[in-house]
């Protein structure tokens, strides 16, 4: 039975995951699958062909989940931190695929490419930069209306919450029996980790307004 377009992305996303992107061939793919390597070929014409929709299908999964979570009713980093819970839940339940975009962003500083493959790229980066728009906007919306500390440069935030949810694509492995609830957990305690170095503190500006009627008692 020939695989489907899908059934080989989802294999090929555990072989670079595994082994990276130079060390996989189409054999590895195909024995994962279970056919031969003429199957894989009659939907891709190359390895770095696969690879480049595997990438394409990870930032798919990245925006699915990240979009809807801009809608939510709340203030500025209310919305800011469903957004980066709902990318660390993606990143977490399916970082096959997120650990091939990770691999293309590094082919694309540093891989050898031809002309075409490197437009390809490209266009993958750039897809990746629209999806690091939506946070800083967010972030800037957030400084806006005070639910972010007003000192917060919203690029270098967002640069560092978003790396901080990639990194997990380095430590994280799903264990034996681990659900949807474990990786809830997880993406709670990872975002809550994030952003609270990032909130607007109360304390802040109740010294703030503290502080002259002090100074007029001393007076």
């Not at 489907?4 to 555990?14: D, V």
């Not at 990276?20 to 793919?29: K, L, P, Q, R, Y």
């Not at 906007?137 to 935030?157: F, N, P």
Request: hydrophobic share 45%; proline share 3%.
């Amino acid at each position: 039975m020939t695989p489907s377009k899908q059934e080989i992305l989802i294999q090929a996303a555990e072989c670079f995951m595994e082994q990276g992107f130079h060390a996989t061939s189409i054999d590895d793919v195909a024995r994962r699958l279970g056919a031969t390597k003429g199957r894989i070929y009659h939907h891709y014409a190359s390895k770095i062909d696969l690879f480049f929709d595997v990438h394409r299908e990870g930032m798919q999964l990245l925006f699915a989940a990240v979009e809807p979570a801009r809608n939510i009713a709340g203030d500025g980093i209310t919305v800011l931190t469903a957004m980066l819970r709902a990318h660390a839940m993606a990143v977490l339940e399916h970082h096959t695929f997120e650990s091939v975009v990770a691999q293309g962003v590094q082919m694309h500083r540093f891989g050898a490419t031809t002309p075409a493959q490197r437009q390809v790229l490209d266009d993958l980066i750039a897809s990746r930069d629209r999806f690091e728009r939506l946070f800083k906007d967010q972030a800037a919306v957030a400084r806006q209306d005070g639910s972010l500390a007003a000192g917060i440069d919203v690029s270098i935030a967002v640069k560092t919450m978003l790396g901080g949810i990639q990194w997990s694509l380095i430590w994280y492995r799903p264990s034996a029996g681990s659900d949807e609830r474990a990786r809830t957990r997880l993406a709670d305690e990872m975002v809550r980790t994030l952003v609270d170095g990032a909130r607007a503190r109360p304390e802040e500006a109740l010294k703030t307004t503290a502080r002259p009627r002090a100074q007029k008692k001393r007076a």
